[in-house]
Structure formats: C-alpha cells, structure tokens
C-alpha cells in the first residue's frame, strides 16, 4: 500500500514525496482510511510507529476543505516536549494548506498563545492544564470545533490529566470526530471512550510489550552504591553512543548529571522541574550532538523521538512493565537495534520479576561486584494516588 492510495490531499501527497516518504506504517494503514470516513477512532499503537501522520493527513484533508476563521481541531498530549513534537510535524502540512497551527503548553508566556488562539486557529495542539488555562480566559473558540484527537492517551491517565481532559470535553461540540491514540489499553481508557465516542472502530498493531524486540536487553546486578561507578564504566566503553539514562527523581537527574559532567562525559538533564526553554535546549543539545548522554526522569519516556540513540540505561529500574517498555523504546528506533541496560540492586528483585513476567522471557543478567538477587514471586501493580499514577503494590492478581 502507498500513501497515494488513500484519501489525502495532493498537497500533503505532494510533501511527503519531498521528504522520501513513500510507504504508509502499519498503523497509518490502518487508521488513515477509518478517520479519512470520518469516524470515530480508538487506535493502539506503541510509540515511535508513526501515529501523529495517522491522525495528522487524513484530518488536515477533511480540515482543507471547510470554512476556515475558528479552531477545527484539536489535538491533546501529555506533555511539553510531545506537544512541540506533534506540531513540528502538523504545521508544514498544515501551512500547504492554507492552515493556521497554534502551540500551546505551560513554562512560557501567556502572550503569544494568546494572540494565536484569538485569531482562530486552525488547529491548536496543546497539554490540557495550560489550555484549560486559556479556556477559563475566553481565549479560544471552540464552537466549529470538528475533530478532536488524544495523543498518548494512557499517558494522560497516569499524569493525572483525565479531570482536565473532561472538563476540557464538557465545552466542546458533541458532533464532532474524536480519535484517540493510546500505546495501551487499560480499562480507564475504554471507558473514556465509551463516554466521549460514538461507535468508534478501532483498530491496533502488535501489542505494546513487543515494542521491545529490536532491542538488545541486559540486567546488571549491582549494589546502591555502585551505581556511579557501574555508570561510568558503560559510558567509557567504545560502542556505546548517544545515550539517555533514566532515573527516577528531578533531584537524581541534576545531581548524576552533575557527576558525570565533572567526570568529564558530554551530559546534560531533563526533567519536569525545569522551564521550557531549558528543557528545549537539553533536547536539542542531545539531538545534534552536542550532548551525548541525557540523564532524564520519566517526563521524557514518551513521545521523545530522537534518532540515532544506541543505548538507554535505567539507573533506577522503572515504577511498571509499561514503563520499563517505553523508556527502552528511546533505542532501536526507525528499524534500528539498540541496547537497554538495567540496574537491578537487591531490592529491585520484585520489580524486575513483573517486567519480565511482561514480557514473558527472564532478561539477561551480569553482575558487578558478585551482586546477585533472588527471584521472588511478582508483586502486583494497582492503581492508586493521585491522578491514578500506577505503583507497586502487594495485593494479589494485576489490574494495569
């Protein structure tokens, strides 16, 4: 199948040629006919497949050909970074077509959004709390509102945004399109999309946990206190380039960061305690290269799509299986292959058992320093706190 095949506008078929874009994902297959009818969708893939073209051409083709002067669309991600992502990618589409595009986040000024959004338009791409912002402000018309679309879905849900996104929900027109995009599908979910769709059809690739295949896995045992020098140990190998290390504090990130780059590794931070501009400027420093490695908290887990990354190391092993599987998707992306390598100390045992039970396969293991663990039954993971962020429970039986 080629994109020419479906319905989407020459001018878009026209860019995509330019840029040696030529065959179609699976999940753009499947999901460009379903929203190009208009329909109502609930699509599951994991990320990296190519989902923002999925909704973003057969959506801007619809878009082309109504009346312009307000919003038509919609589109909601979870955080800073997707939402920039998203519209680098929407906007020069959206400019052949005569569309006008408006970001909108929070850690900048309200001005420029303000302006954008009280022009009309054409598609506003936005994080919930910052347009909810706007929306108490009466700077946004959303009454020709067409479609709306929810990026990374469950990533919402375990931020917290669901209240937003339904107060957001309650001032919009009921006739519209609504897709949703989502590397899961937890039952939360399908009741958003029971109560905010009408007969969507859905559709969905291979199942979020073999997003992990392309990826070369590795456990290494180690002890709290070696973590640094473990660290140090991986970077100064020879094969192992552009790197992004996850940990699992704002406090950690800076103060690894810090360590590493007086130990004179190329390293810069990411977290949600930073403004935007700083965390912009770490992103583009890591893209291009100035920055080899990105110590980064799980803010950039999701939606971060840069090429080129050869390994991702967990410092701190992840909260869940879903984002143990996200945070190794930073690696062997666009067919390539990567590494994941995971720091597992004692009490990590139950974590690690949940992941692998997951994934159903027991990763590979190194120790260092003679550290081992033990291989205790899994713990189950429920859903509590605030926002439903999903943690570590020991209830029986699993509910993510």
Known sequence: MAFDSLRIDSRCLQYLKSHNITEPTPIQQLAIPVAAEGHDLVAIAQT????????????????????RGTTGMLILAPTRE????????????????????????????????EQALRKGASIVVACPGRLLDHMQ?????????????????????????????????????????TMMFSATFPSEIAGLANNMMRNPQRVETSPVVKAADAVRQLVYTVALADKVELTKHILAKEEVGSTIIFVRTKRAADRLATVLDRAAFHVDCIHGGQSQNRR????????????????????????????????????????????????????????????????????????????????????????WKGITIEDPKPKAFSLSGRGGRRRMASTGGRSW
């Open 48 to 67: 990296g497949t190519g989902k923002t073209l999925a909704f973003g051409l057969p959506a801007l083709s619809r878009l082309a050909e109504l009346p």
């Open 280 to 367: 912009k400027s770490a992103i583009d420093g890591f893209r291009t290269g100035h920055f080899r490695i990105l110590v980064a908290t799980d803010v950039a887990a999701r939606g971060l799509d840069i090429k080129g990354v050869s390994h991702v190391i967990n410092y701190d092993i992840p909260a869940t299986p879903d984002d143990y599987i996200h945070r190794i998707g930073r690696t062997a992306r666009a067919s390539a292959t990567g590494d994941a390598i995971t720091f597992v100390t004692p009490e990590d045992a139950g974590e690690l058992r949940c992941i692998e039970k997951v994934l159903n396969k027991k990763i590979d293991r190194e120790s």
């Open 137 to 177: 402000r009466k700077n946004t018309n959303f009454s020709k509102l067409s479609i709306l679309v929810l990026d990374e879905a469950d990533r919402m849900l375990d931020m917290g945004f669901m209240p937003d996104i339904k107060r957001i929900l309650s001032q919009l027109p009921r006739e519209r399109q």
């Open 82 to 113: 997707l939402v920039q992502q998203v519209h680098d990618v929407v906007a020069p589409l959206a400019k052949l077509l005569k569309l006008t595009t408006a970001c909108v986040y929070g850690g900048v000024g309200f001005t420029a959004q």
